[in-house]
T-cell receptor, first 115, second 116 residues
Framework: DAGVIQSPRHEVTEMGQEVTLRCKPISGHNSLFWYRQTMMRGLELLIYFNNNVPIDDSGMPEDRFSAKMPNASFSTLKIQPSEPRDSAVYFC?????????????FGPGTRLTVL | AQTVTQSQPEMSVQEAETVTLSCTYDTSENNYYLFWYKQPPSRQMILVIRQEAYKQQNATENRFSVNFQKAAKSFSLKISDSQLGDTAMYFCAFMNLRIGNEKLTFGTGTRLTIIP
C-alpha cells in the first residue's frame, strides 16, 4: 500500500510568490496533519483535519497560511505571499482513529526555500 | 500544556551494542499515547514504536523496546543489537487522547550515531 504522498519534494521560490504544497493521505485514513520542521522550532503542528474538517489550526502562523481538504484523498497547504522565514521542511501525515490506533504516518516532506 | 523533554542531544555507540534514549513528559492527563519516531538522513519520519498509557506492559517491536514509567512520566527507548541503519535523529512524542485532539507534541530529538 502506498504511503503518504507529498508534492513537490523540493520548492524554491522568491519572496512574495504563492506556494502550494500537496498531500495525498493513506487510503482509509480519516485524519490528516500538516507539520513544519525548522532548526529553531523543531517539529510543530500547523493544522489537522478529521473527516475533512479542520479541527485544530492554532499552529497556523498567520493569515498568509491556509489549508484545505476538499475530499478524503487530497489536501493543500498554501502560503501567500511567501517570506524567507517560511523556509522549512513541511510534512504531511495521516492516521486512522478507528480501532484506537492513532499512529501518524508521515510523508517524505517538502523542502521549501524562499529566497 | 504538555511538554516533552529529551535531555540527550547526541549519543553514539558501537555497532551491536545496546543504547537507551531518554524521554520525559509533563501532563495532567491520564489517557494518552506516547511514540518514538526515527528520522534518518533521508529526513523521512518513521514510526518506531507506540505505547498506550493505560497499558502497563511495555511495548516491543523487534530490537526496539520501551521502558514506560507512568508515575515518573518517563518513556525511554532501548535499541538492542544496534545496527548502522539505526543512525538517525530520534524524536519522542506525546498525544493527549482527549476527544477531538490528536495533536502530537514532539521533543527536541536525540541524534544517535552507530559507530562501525
Amino acid at each position: 500500500d502506498a504511503g503518504v504522498i507529498q508534492s513537490p519534494r523540493h520548492e524554491v521560490t522568491e519572496m512574495g510568490q504563492e506556494v502550494t504544497l500537496r498531500c495525498k493521505p493513506i487510503s482509509g485514513h480519516n485524519s490528516l496533519f500538516w507539520y513544519r520542521q525548522t532548526m529553531m522550532r523543531g517539529l510543530e503542528l500547523l493544522i489537522y483535519f478529521n473527516n475533512n474538517v479542520p479541527i485544530d489550526d492554532s499552529g497556523m502562523p498567520e493569515d498568509r497560511f491556509s489549508a484545505k481538504m476538499p475530499n478524503a484523498s487530497f489536501s493543500t497547504l498554501k502560503i501567500q505571499p511567501s517570506e524567507p522565514r517560511d523556509s522549512a521542511v513541511y510534512f504531511c501525515a495521516s492516521s486512522s482513529t478507528s480501532g484506537g490506533l492513532y499512529a501518524q504516518y508521515f510523508g517524505p516532506g517538502t523542502r521549501l526555500t524562499v529566497l | 500544556a504538555q511538554t516533552v523533554t529529551q535531555s540527550q542531544p547526541e549519543m553514539s555507540v558501537q555497532e551491536a551494542e545496546t543504547v537507551t534514549l531518554s524521554c520525559t513528559y509533563d501532563t495532567s492527563e491520564n489517557n494518552y499515547y506516547l511514540f518514538w519516531y526515527k528520522q534518518p538522513p533521508s529526513r523521512q519520519m518513521i514510526l518506531v514504536i507506540r505505547q498506550e498509557a493505560y497499558k502497563q506492559q511495555n511495548a516491543t517491536e523487534n530490537r526496539f523496546s520501551v521502558n514506560f514509567q507512568k508515575a515518573a512520566k518517563s518513556f525511554s527507548l532501548k535499541i538492542s543489537d544496534s545496527q548502522l541503519g539505526d543512525t538517525a535523529m530520534y524524536f519522542c512524542a506525546f498525544m493527549n487522547l482527549r476527544i477531538g485532539n490528536e495533536k502530537l507534541t514532539f521533543g527536541t530529538g536525540t541524534r544517535l550515531t552507530i559507530i562501525p
